[in-house]
């Protein structure tokens, strides 16, 4: 079983769309848990972190499944430049130790 | 403040070439990832620092692959000899240990061996 499994992709929306991706992870001792956003030919950037708690920002959610080692992303009000990949990043254990990429589920909106 | 700087941007070689690719992390950024992107794929990771010491190094193919931090600060990702599969992105990243994991990434170097 691969460490970072993510949804298939691609997901192709329309603008004001709602989608959501799915991720789960193996390692249960992972504590760090992230989603990155990768235009095309471009290098990964922070979306935003994911914590027990549930977080959002913006038009964007993400939630965390400790009990079920799942994480998911929502997108709401989806804009054209959300156009993107995304990737579901954990950690391998401890705070500090190496981030491992899921590989990644392709959105593309369309007007 | 300047972001991670990584050289060259793309590299075209024959099979059998040694390549070597050099990455300037964030100053006072401690770790320092080197990762592989295939189309189509993640970046998946190749080896980590935590200052000049590889702390994870266990997905770099030893027989041909070579890095180093000598000082703690910049880093050399080696192939020799080069083979067609290692076409691919290679990404550095830089972050701080502690408290945050966040990572930056450069540019990336795409590799294209013929």
């Known amino acids: 079983r691969k460490e970072v499994e993510q949804d298939p992709g691609p997901f192709n929306v329309p603008e004001g769309a709602t989608v959501a991706f799915n991720c789960t992870y193996s390692?249960?001792?992972?504590?760090?848990f992230f989603w990155y956003r990768q235009d095309c030919r471009k290098e990964p950037k922070l979306l935003m972190s994911?914590?027990?708690s549930g977080n959002e920002d913006g038009r964007f959610t993400a939630q965390l499944n400790r009990a079920s080692q799942y994480i998911s992303l929502l997108i709401r009000d989806s804009k054209l430049s959300d156009s993107a990949t995304y990737l579901c990043?954990?950690?391998?254990?401890?705070?500090?130790?190496?981030?491992?990429f899921g590989k990644g589920t392709t959105l593309s909106v369309s007007s | 403040e300047a972001g991670v700087v990584q050289s060259p941007r793309y590299k075209i070689i024959e099979k059998k070439q040694p390549v070597a690719f050099w990455c300037n992390p964030i100053?006072?950024?401690?770790?320092l990832y080197w990762y592989r992107q295939n189309l189509g794929q993640g970046p998946e990771l190749l080896i980590r620092?935590?200052?000049?010491?590889?702390?994870?190094d266990s997905q770099l193919p030893k027989d041909r692959f070579s890095a180093e931090r000598l000082k703690g600060v910049d880093s050399t990702l080696k192939i020799q000899p080069a083979e067609l599969g290692d076409s691919a992105v290679y990404l550095c990243?830089?972050?701080?240990?502690?408290?945050?994991?966040?990572?930056?990434f450069g540019s990336g170097t795409q590799l294209s061996v013929l």
């Open positions: 990243a830089s972050s701080q240990t502690y408290p945050s994991e966040k990572l930056f």
């Open positions: 390692n249960s001792a992972s504590q760090s």
């Open positions: 994911v914590y027990s």
């Open positions: 990043v954990v950690n391998r254990g401890q705070a500090g130790t190496a981030l491992i």
């Open positions: 100053s006072g950024h401690n770790t």
């Open positions: 620092y935590e200052n000049e010491e590889a702390v994870d």
